[in-house]
């Protein structure tokens, strides 16, 4: 311990025969050997050979990089992982070391050292990497990939299209181009992880009669044991709470049907093909779970239709107590997704009927699972010039 005092004496002494000079020399060499360590035990972990020496990323990632041009390619140049994932940006790059703590994490607990652990994972992890080259404006990309450099008359006239507006625009690489190095997760059936992220998954107890809106596209059920699917809920849908037994809860949805075949198909209103269950035919013709009231006929189409609520159970889960943040998610989504083609149209541009088919054409161009197809479409219609009169 004494030592320990001497030496702290010692430091707060100030110099006695060192001059002005030779401090602030000495000072400044062990800057630059501090620095120099710094660097260089950065650096390190910059190359490729750092990053595939875990056995999870030289497994599946550095394999399916292998399988792209980014490996291998007429001119020769290759992307290493850090060329992509390392921001080239000095204060990103030290923010993105920073983050990696959490690498580190999954790696000591084995997060994702198998394939399956890996294929449960790769939706989250791509989302939270494309997050980060939004974030960035595709720097990554645009080090090797200059928009200026580009050729536009050895592109097909599709493609000058496109990249000439993107160009203008100086837009990120990652709204068109995800899954150029890596194989893409399986989006078509994901459950919205994000979204889920955002809105929550609602609450552990519900009251009776209480009012909830589901977070999810959810299965129905005719009774609070059967595991035999009667049908869907929408997603973003109005439900009244009857009761709850276990972890079920029984339902009750109000809303209009079309008074053709089994009638297995409720809608939000009279004349609006909005979505809200689609039961199927032997749930529909079970007696009390259709409950009609009056009918009344379409003048546009003929069609006779009849207002009805519908009485199901469904799992006590996926449900929350306020719509608004399943639109502000959907209109976010709408506004960043739908706008990397072209200005995407106002929700009020069109009614609640045509947006359905307006709205299918342009998923084809954008990443979004199917909740949040659902979703987005759902908030368009609700949006729509139908329900703002003022707008049209």
Known sequence: MRWLINLWKTLNKPAQYLTLGAVSVTAFLMGVIFWGGFNTVLEATNTEEFCISCHSMQSKPYQELQKTVHWSNHSGVRATCPDCHVPHNWSRK????????????????????TSEKFEDKRLEMATREWGR???????????????????????????????????????????????????????????????????????????DNA??????????????????EAGTLNIATKVTILATKGSRIKIAIAGWRKKMGAGRVVYLDFGINMLLVQLEKFAALEDGVIVGFEQKEDDLTGLKWQRVEVEVWTDADYLIDQQQPLWDYARTTFRSSCSVCHSQPDEAHFDANTWPGMFQGMIAFVDMDQDTQALVQKYLQQHSSTFVKEKH
């Open 94 to 113: 030290i923010a993105r070391k920073i983050e990696a703590s959490s690498d580190v994490w999954g790696w000591l607990f084995n997060t994702v050292n």
């Open 211 to 228: 009012i909830y809106f589901s977070s999810l596209t959810k299965p129905i059920y005719l009774n609070e044991r059967t595991d035999v």
């Open 133 to 207: 080259f939004e974030r960035d404006d595709s720097l990554a990309c645009k080090g090797c990939h200059d928009y200026k450099s580009m050729k536009w008359d050895s592109m097909s006239k599709l493609a000058q299209k496109q990249m000439k507006r993107a160009a203008e625009r100086d837009q990120s690489c990652v709204d068109c181009h995800k899954g150029i190095a890596h194989t893409l997760p399986d989006i078509g059936t994901a459950r919205a992880p994000e979204l889920i992220a955002e809105v929550g998954t609602g609450p552990s107890k519900f009251d």
